[in-house]
C-alpha cells in the first residue's frame, strides 16, 4: 500500500501496490478499477460516501481547493496499461455549453453515414475535443474547441505543460450494433477494438447498409477521446464481466450500479449519467446511432444531432509523476 507520506512515484507502482478496486489481472488491455456502488444507499440525497471508497482511484491536475468532487481538475483512473500509462476520465461531465449538452455533428443522414461520413475521426465533437475545430460559434450547434485548448479548459495547455503529459494515442473506435450489447464484456473489448466481426445491421430492404464502406473498427490518434462501451462494462465487478450485459440496456441491470456511473459526487444524476460513448452502429432499420449512457445508468442510442454530455478520456505518459493515495481526501497529485 501507498503511504500518503512517501515520494512521488509513476502509475507502475500502482501495478503491484494494488490500490482499492484495481484488478489484479488484465481486462482487455489493461489492470482497471472494478467496483459496484450501493444504490439504496448512494441515490437521491444520500451522502454517497459508500460509493466514494468503491475505488480509489481519484486523480488531480491541482492540489488544495482544486481538488474536491466538483472540481474540473479531478478525474479518475478507468485502468492503468501494463506499460504504466494511466487511461482517465473527467469526473464531472462537460455540460456547460447548453442545458442540453454537446452534439457530436451538426450534420445528420443516414445514407451520408453509409459512405462514411459519420466516422469518429470526422465527427466535429472528435476535433473540438482535440482542439483542431475552428470558428466562433456556441452553443449545442457550435464549433469551438471545448478540451484541449479551448477557454474554458485551458489549464491543461497552460499550466504546468500538463498538455505534454498526455500523449497522443492509437485510438481504436469500433462498431458496435444493438444485438452486440448480448455479449460478454471481453467480446465487446474485441468487438471494438477490431479483433471481433459485429453484424451492422440491415435496411428493410434487407441490403447491408455498410458493407464496402465501414471498417469493423477503425484506428485514430489523438489525444482525447471518449469512454468505450467495454469500459463501462469492465468497471462493474470482475465476475459480471464474464456474463452477457443484455440487462445493461435496462434500468434493472446491475451493471447500472458501477463506480462509472456513480462518479462526480458519489451519486447517479444528470450530471453525469447522460454521457456519450464512442462505440457507433446501424439499428435494424439501417438508422445510424451512437451510443451513450443514459442518466440512470442503461446503455441507449441517439443519432449525432442528439444532446448530451462528454467525458473526455486520455492516457498519461508513463514517466508521469504522482504523489498521493487516490482516496477522494488524498488523490493522487500529478506533478508539475
Known sequence: KISTKEATFTASKLITSKPKGLSSKVLGDMYRFV???????????????????????FVCFGNGAKCDLTSDYMYRIIGITEDGEMKLI??????????????LDNVYDDSSCYNGNCMW???????????????SSTGASGNTNIFVNGSAYSYMATTSDWYKKIFDYNW??????????????????????????????????????NAAVWPNSQKVSAKVGLMYLHDYYYSYSLDYAKNTFANCYGVEGECVNSWLHFSHNGKSDDNLGEVFVTSWGFDARGSFDYHFVGSLGNILGANLISSYNIRPVFYLLNTVKLKGSGTVADPFIVQA
Not at 47 to 56: I, Y
Not at 90 to 103: C, H, L, S, V, Y
Not at 121 to 135: D, E, M
Open 35 to 57: 467496483g459496484a456502488c450501493d444504490a439504496a444507499v448512494d441515490a437521491g440525497t444520500a451522502s454517497g460516501t459508500a460509493c466514494k471508497g468503491v475505488v480509489d482511484n
Open 90 to 103: 473527467k469526473n464531472t461531465a462537460i455540460r456547460e455549453e447548453t442545458i442540453n449538452g454537446f452534439r
Open 121 to 135: 475521426s470526422k465527427l466535429l465533437i472528435f476535433k473540438r475535443l482535440n482542439g483542431t475545430s475552428s470558428g
Open 172 to 209: 481504436w473506435y469500433g462498431s458496435a450494433y444493438s444485438s452486440a450489447i448480448n455479449v460478454t464484456a471481453d467480446q465487446m473489448y474485441k468487438i471494438e477494438t477490431g479483433q471481433q466481426a459485429v453484424d451492422q445491421g440491415y435496411t428493410s430492404s434487407g441490403t447491408h447498409p
